[in-house]
């Protein structure tokens, strides 16, 4: 009789699996617990764990103190900033509360208020009306002000031009064989006496020309003597002539402009220019200054020194400031 080998039966045995139970490859091990959680700084941040072994929570920090940070993607760094303070604006129509701008390198001021006098600079005077009450210090009286900027051109007629004068009523008709003025050219008279003189010794906008006279409105009356042109500036080119009252030559190359007392006398800018007809004149006046006097004075002299009439061509600029 033959013998038979002997038999083992192997049984396993797994922790949760009861005999009758099978075990499948394919299924995963149950979930296992966390035992330690920590956090490696790196790219700027350091952070710290809190629960580590069940319900871990993550806290993420910083130790770089900027209020902008700047990322590549990958880490964070400080943003370069200049100034102090922690709040950055976005916003396209922030409001900005006492800010340090520098020097901006361009910017339009056109809806910005409260500009301080000291800060401003006028360049050419300006030639538009003025709504305020006060500008720069200087409060605008008189019927003149609408416009106080003005310039006469033309040229000085030396020791004078004689001349006759009559008058008629309001109208003073002078002779001047071939004068070649025109009508609304300016004519400063000097040198007259008459019973009364009026206004005749100053300058006089031409009403009506001939050949040989010219006419002008006057408050004088009476019989004119030794009458004299002193000055001859264009009505086309001239700029409100009727801001300054007179234009006198109180010697050679002595210039002397008064202005109306009916209005406040305030310019930004003085200037003037002359020529002989043979070289350019050195002028001095006042210039970039607020002036307030009822007379500005210019003493043109030649290369020499000397003083000398700008019997080429005069030019006479009053800025003003409103």
């Known amino acids: 009789m033959k013998k038979l080998a002997p038999l083992f039966l192997l049984l396993l045995f797994a922790p949760g699996l009861d005999n009758a139970s099978s075990v499948n490859p394919g299924t995963p091990p149950a979930a296992q617990s966390v035992t330690n959680v920590s956090v490696t700084s790196a790219n700027g941040f350091t952070g710290s764990v809190g629960n580590p072994t069940s319900n871990a929570s993550i806290t993420l920090t910083t130790s770089i103190n900027s209020p902008v940070l700047a990322g590549d993607g990958t880490a964070i760094t400080a943003a370069t900033t200049t100034g102090s303070g922690t709040t950055v604006v976005l916003s396209n129509s922030a409001t900005l509360v006492t800010p340090r701008l520098g020097t901006p ?54 020791s004078g031009t004689s001349v006759a004068i009559t008058i008629s009523g309001s109208t003073a008709t002078v002779t001047h064989n071939t004068h070649g003025y025109a009508i609304n050219d300016i004519i400063v008279i000097a040198g007259s006496t008459a019973a009364t003189i009026g206004n005749l010794n100053q300058l006089h906008a031409i009403l ?46 002595n210039v002397v402009t008064t202005f109306l007392s009916t209005q406040s006398d305030a310019f930004y800018g003085i200037y003037a220019f002359g020529q002989t007809s043979g070289s350019n004149l050195y002028v001095s006046g006042l210039s970039g200054t607020l002036v307030t006097t009822t007379a500005c004075g210019f003493l043109f002299q030649n290369v020499g020194g000397a003083s000398t009439d700008p019997t080429a061509y005069l030019i006479l600029q009053f800025m003003g400031i409103i």
Not at 116 to 137: C, F, I, K, Q, R
Not at 229 to 236: L, P, Q, V
């Open 105 to 158: 390198a361009s910017g339009t001021l056109t809806n910005c208020t409260g500009l301080p006098e000291a800060g401003l600079s006028l360049s050419g005077g300006n030639t538009t009306n003025d709504v305020s009450s006060t500008v720069h210090g200087f409060a605008p009286t008189g019927s003149n002000l609408t416009i106080p900027n003005c310039s006469l051109i033309g040229k000085s007629l030396g």
């Open 208 to 253: 009506s020309t001939t050949t040989n006279t010219y006419t002008f409105t006057t408050t004088a009356s009476g019989s004119v003597t030794s009458p004299k042109e002193s000055f001859w500036f264009s009505g086309t080119r001239s700029l409100n002539p009727t801001l300054v009252q007179n234009v006198t030559r109180a010697s050679t190359g």
